[in-house]
């Protein structure tokens, strides 16, 4: 639906968008939802997931494609213009082709996370869908740590994956999650990747969520990565980063691409987050720290009006708290985090 003035078509989402009303407490305006679509994955990576897995969802647990759309209608209404599909692993669930291209009709930006193994088929639907934004998962560009790392032997198709999006234009970043150790020393060969493509790598400190999950020992502090980089590349220069990203952005001046560190256990760039999450089976989190959130698949099930539903987001999202920590010390409260395929990435 849509007015003219002037012989200027302007859409009721468009118009929307010019005043938005979806804000938490603290005046950030919220514009991007990161939407989980399902916990399941074909890599095993030992910073988010157990090797034998985790107690995947039944389907009928999971959003379906009407409810999802339904509630990204809402969203588009209140504000939101850019969704980013996580999991697990997206290209995991069935029939997402489909689904970007209806949520193609409805938000202007579309972006996904993916590990990239099955995405080389569907590419160029996607991006005629819309879906032009992608940010590769990939920690090592060593074949034997690859398969450490996730478990399985899948680098070769993780690697055609990013010849594939670099060969189309689109917008490429790739996430490394380092892990002290592991592959901190491959830093230097990720930024050289940077010096003749149109491509961001982006450096994400381990998240270590439990006493119990074995990865404190591999956490390395953003600041020690950045040290890092400078003892090899001594002109590398913070440059102005895209409006709330969860970056810090930096480049060697004559190169491409770009450099950023995510500075992701030490939040120290909570303080701009306009982020939602929306877990597979429907919970809607204002934090990746969040251990509570608002039930969104009962309602949707029982259902709850547009007027209704709106409501309800707008006093849940007026519960965001300032930064991580403080959702961590109100809501974790003893409790467990649940794996990071559950939360949506």
């Known amino acids: 639906m849509s007015t003219k003035d002037s012989g200027i078509a302007v859409t009721v989402w468009d118009a929307a968008y010019l005043y938005p009303v979806l804000q938490d407490s603290h005046g950030r305006k919220i514009s991007y939802l990161r939407l989980g679509v399902t916990d399941r994955c074909n890599l095993r990576c030992r910073y988010c997931m157990p090797a034998e897995g985790i107690n995947f969802s039944d389907k009928s647990e999971l959003l379906t494609f009407e409810e999802i759309l339904f509630l990204g209608r809402v969203l588009r209404k209140m504000g939101v ?23 193609g009709q409805i938000f202007p930006t579309l972006a996904m996370t993916t590990n990239g193994v099955l995405l080389p088929p569907v590419l160029d639907t996607l991006i005629e869908s819309g879906l032009t934004r992608y940010n590769l998962s990939l920690d090592t560009l060593r074949p034997d740590r690859f398969a ?19 060969e189309r234009g689109v917008t490429t970043k790739i996430n490394v999650v380092v892990l002290k150790g592991t592959n901190d020393d491959e830093l230097v060969d990720f930024v050289a990747l ?18 119990d999950d074995g990865n404190h020992h591999l956490f390395l502090p953003y600041h020690e990565m950045l040290d890092r980089l400078r003892a090899s590349y001594p002109e590398l220069t913070q440059i102005q980063g895209e409006k709330n990203s969860s970056s ?59 007027d209704e539903l709106e409501q309800l987001i707008t006093d849940f999202v007026a519960t965001k708290e300032i930064d991580g920590f403080v959702t961590e010390r109100k809501e974790q409260q003893g409790g467990v985090f649940a794996s990071m395929t559950s939360i949506g990435g």
């Open 81 to 103: 213009v850019k969704v980013r599909l996580t999991g697990g692993e997206p290209l995991v669930r069935r029939g997402l082709p489909e689904l970007v291209h209806e949520l």
């Open 148 to 166: 450490a790392i996730t478990r399985r032997d899948d680098f070769t198709g993780t690697m055609a994956a990013l010849d594939a999006l670099l």
């Open 194 to 211: 940077t010096k003749d493509r149109q491509l961001d790598v982006r450096f994400i400190e381990a998240m270590p969520f439990n006493d």
């Open 248 to 306: 810090i952005t930096y480049q060697v001046p004559g190169f491409r691409g770009n450099v950023g560190l995510i500075p992701a256990y030490s939040r120290s760039l909570c303080g701009s987050c306009n982020r939602l999450r929306l877990t597979p089976k429907g919970t809607m989190l204002n934090c990746l720290y969040s251990t509570k959130g608002l039930e969104l698949r009962p309602l949707l099930r029982g259902g709850i009006s547009e």
